[in-house]
């Protein structure tokens, strides 16, 4: 005996279209924190008192005019992030493809002055956003089912 279910709501609820939706959105809700900048704090930098090498690069770069004393944010790090989807858009992808990305926002290559600073890990934004992120899918899904 061969049991066969068809029909037009079946292959909607096949095509999850909801559940990828939220996928998608959720990616984009994550990067959307990852881009959060935390409350600019002037501190001094000691190599520039105890390192030759730093406090003349420091120098020469501000002669030239390449940086500026305040610092000012050029938002570059945030405004790189992206989202892609895989996996026939169940799975979403953040990413950032500047050259000290790593250094400011990665669990792995952050430094200890851009942790102090407030600046937000992938790691910790997944850990702490996660419930939120499984619950708008899990609803999603349910919609999809429930039509």
Same mark, same amino acid.
């Given at each position: 005996?061969?049991?066969?279910? =068809?029909?037009? *709501?079946?292959?909607?609820?096949?095509? !999850? @279209? +909801?559940?990828?939706?939220? /996928?998608?959105? #959720?990616?984009?809700?994550?990067?959307?924190?990852?881009?959060?900048?935390?409350?600019?704090?002037?501190?001094?930098?000691?190599?520039?008192?105890?390192? =030759?090498?730093? *406090?003349?690069?420091?120098?020469?770069? !501000? @002669? +030239?005019?390449?940086?500026? /004393?305040?610092? #000012?944010?050029?938002?570059?790090?945030?405004?790189?992030?992206?989202?892609?989807?895989?996996?026939?858009?169940?799975?979403?992808?953040?990413?950032?493809?500047?050259?000290?990305?790593?250094?400011?926002?990665?669990?792995?290559?952050?430094?200890?002055?851009?942790?102090?600073?407030?600046?937000?890990?992938?790691?910790?934004?997944?850990?702490?956003?996660?419930?939120?992120?499984?619950?708008?899918?899990?609803?999603?899904?349910?919609?999809?089912?429930?039509?």
């Amino acid at each position: 005996m061969a049991i066969r279910v =068809e029909g037009a *709501r079946l292959d909607r609820i096949q095509q !999850l @279209r +909801k559940v990828k939706s939220a /996928v998608k959105l #959720s990616g984009y809700m994550l990067s959307g924190k990852m881009k959060e900048y935390p409350p600019q704090a002037h501190i001094p930098n000691p190599l520039i008192k105890s390192n =030759e090498r730093v *406090r003349k690069g420091f120098f020469a770069r !501000l @002669r +030239k005019g390449e940086i500026g /004393v305040p610092y #000012s944010r050029t938002r570059k790090l945030g405004n790189s992030w992206t989202v892609r989807t895989r996996n026939s858009g169940l799975t979403a992808i953040i990413g950032n493809n500047t050259s000290y990305g790593q250094l400011v926002q990665s669990p792995e290559g952050q430094t200890r002055a851009h942790g102090q600073a407030g600046w937000i890990t992938t790691a910790k934004a997944e850990e702490t956003y996660r419930s939120e992120i499984v619950d708008y899918i899990r609803d999603a899904l349910i919609q999809e089912v429930e039509g």
